[in-house]
């Protein structure tokens, strides 16, 4: 899921760029691998949306877009969802929900022991 707290707003302005993208009328399944898509066919259908990304006039906005968003799939500004998490770094991870660990991993908090106890 995007993270939509980082975005501009619903203002037009900010979102105009869209109507100028090379993308426009393409399948947008050329830009997000179905399920269980590997090796060729994933690599020519990553290569093909970049292609298209590559003569794309507003490529940069969409990018930025993409990065702010914290997209995590799919073809955006020309680049894979691979490719925009190694530009963001380990701080642009997508949240994932932490769990506790457990008693019985927890050094700090020994599992209760019960034997005797009153
Ligand atoms: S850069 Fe690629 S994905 Fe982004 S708007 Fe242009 S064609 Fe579409």
Redesign the pocket.
């Known amino acids: 899921m995007s993270e939509i707290s980082r975005l501009p707003g619903p203002f037009e302005r900010f979102w105009d760029w869209?109507l100028d993208?090379?993308?426009r009328g393409?399948d947008s399944s050329l830009?997000f691998h179905p399920p269980g898509e590997r090796g060729g066919p994933h690599d020519e259908r990553e290569e093909a949306?970049k292609r298209?990304?590559a003569g794309?006039p507003?490529?940069a906005q969409?990018?930025q877009y993409a990065l702010a968003a914290r997209e995590r799939y799919g073809?955006?500004?020309?680049l894979t969802e691979d490719e925009r998490q190694a530009l963001l770094g380990p701080a642009g991870a997508p949240r994932t929900r932490r769990r506790a660990p457990s008693r019985r991993t927890r050094p700090d908090r020994p599992a209760r022991h019960t034997a005797g106890a009153r």
């Not at 073809?75 to 020309?78: D, E, R, T």
């Open positions: 869209q993208a090379a993308c393409v830009f949306a298209i990304c794309c507003v490529r969409c990018l073809v955006w500004g020309g």
